[in-house]
Antibody, heavy 115, light 112 residues
Framework: QVQLVQSGAEVKKPGASVKVSCKAS????????IHWLRQAPGQGLEWMGW????????SFVQKFQGRVTVTKDTSTSTVYMELNRLRSDDTALYYC????????WGQGTLVTVSS | DVVMTQSPLSLPVTLGQPASISCRSS???????????LSWFQQRPGQSPRRLIY???NREFGVPDRFSGSGSGTDFTLQISRVEAEDVGVYYC?????????FGQGTKVEIK
């Protein structure tokens, strides 16, 4: 069955970087885009962007451009999302989701940014 | 960006009674291919979101038929014909017609 398993919770200081992983299984890794979304505490869902695991192409909304780097490792079917220059308002649960229909989601990775 | 506005934001419902959630978009969600990419997601407490409805009115496999979606253009509705205890959670509408994908603020469904 399709599964997306994300890395564990992180606590970072403002200005630091965080790298969240999303390991896919149960399907052909290169067949579906992986999307990244986040949810601040008690808030709604915010779509961040995607990576095409076939060629590594990415597209992210402007507010994250220049701060986010997403890469993939086809040998392990894993996608990595690195967010730099963290601010307190980056504190959120970060999700990966499969395909443009968001059929399958990871369990979420809590990133806490605090001094 | 397309703004998705849901109402109400909080919806107390009696078990067995119907519930209705409205979602309005700031632009038409009809894509150039003729499809309308409006989805509904359910997020139960402590869980990841789950898609219930896609392209306005199509239920995902395994979604109970008490859930239905309707609407067109800029006005959409999610209806639950008879609310059950497992329906408690937050419901989001999402548009995938215009880049970037955007979500409504969420509607919290709780049992009275």
């Amino acid at each position: 069955q399709v599964q997306l398993v994300q890395s564990g919770a992180e606590v970072k200081k403002p200005g630091a970087s965080v790298k969240v992983s999303c390991k896919a299984s149960g399907y052909s890794f290169t067949d579906y885009y992986i999307h990244w979304l986040r949810q601040a505490p008690g808030q709604g869902l915010e779509w961040m962007g995607w990576i095409n695991p076939k060629n590594g192409g990415t597209s992210f909304v402007q507010k994250f451009q220049g701060r986010v780097t997403v890469t993939k490792d086809t040998s392990t079917s894993t996608v990595y999302m690195e967010l730099n220059r963290l601010r307190s308002d980056d504190t959120a649960l970060y999700y990966c989701a499969q395909g443009d229909s968001f059929d399958y989601w990871g369990q979420g990775t809590l990133v806490t940014v605090s001094s | 960006d397309v703004v998705m506005t849901q109402s109400p934001l909080s919806l107390p419902v009696t078990l067995g009674q119907p519930a209705s959630i409205s979602c309005r978009s700031s632009q038409s969600l009809v894509y150039s291919d003729g499809n309308t990419y409006l989805s509904w997601f359910q997020q139960r407490p402590g869980q990841s979101p789950r898609r219930l409805i896609y392209k306005v009115s199509n239920r995902e496999f395994g979604v109970p038929d008490r859930f239905s979606g309707s609407g067109s253009g800029t006005d959409f509705t999610l209806q639950i014909s008879r609310v059950e205890a497992e329906d408690v959670g937050v419901y989001y509408c999402m548009q995938g017609t215009h880049w970037p994908t955007t979500f409504g603020q969420g509607t919290k469904v709780e049992i009275k």
